[in-house]
Nanobody
Framework: QVQLVESGGGLGQPGESLRLSCLASGSTSSIWGMAWYRQVPGLERELVARITGRGNIYYSDSLKGRFTISRDNAKNTLALQMNSLKPEDTAVYYC???????????WGKGTLVTVSS
């Protein structure tokens, strides 16, 4: 089992930056890919960015250039640097990890990001 806890959400103004963090605990040695998703109430959860166990990175096309995902395997953390925030970035952001050995997918409880002036 893997537990994921997100932090760093809050209120940001348009154009500002926020940094989200996700701390993994438990059977962290079995984690392969990690990702950030976001969800606006009433809409489907969407992938923001993903980083594989080999360090390959994928970004949602609409967010590429503003958001940066990074991972520190030694500290079992995942981060998302969000720059040039827009009101449409307002959502609950979820940390996600998949298990290399059993294929299970784990989710954090999410952290709310609100972008408003």
């Amino acid at each position: 089992q893997v537990q994921l806890v997100e932090s760093g959400g809050g209120l940001g103004q348009p154009g500002e930056s926020l940094r989200l963090s996700c701390l993994a605990s438990g059977s962290t040695s079995s984690i392969w890919g990690m990702a950030w998703y976001r969800q606006v109430p009433g809409l489907e959860r969407e992938l923001v960015a993903r980083i594989t166990g080999r360090g390959n990175i994928y970004y949602s096309d609409s967010l590429k250039g503003r958001f940066t995902i990074s991972r520190d395997n030694a500290k079992n953390t995942l981060a998302l640097q969000m720059n040039s925030l827009k009101p449409e970035d307002t959502a609950v952001y979820y940390c996600n990890a998949d298990d290399y050995y059993n294929g299970m997918v784990y989710w954090g409880k999410g952290t709310l990001v609100t972008v408003s002036s």
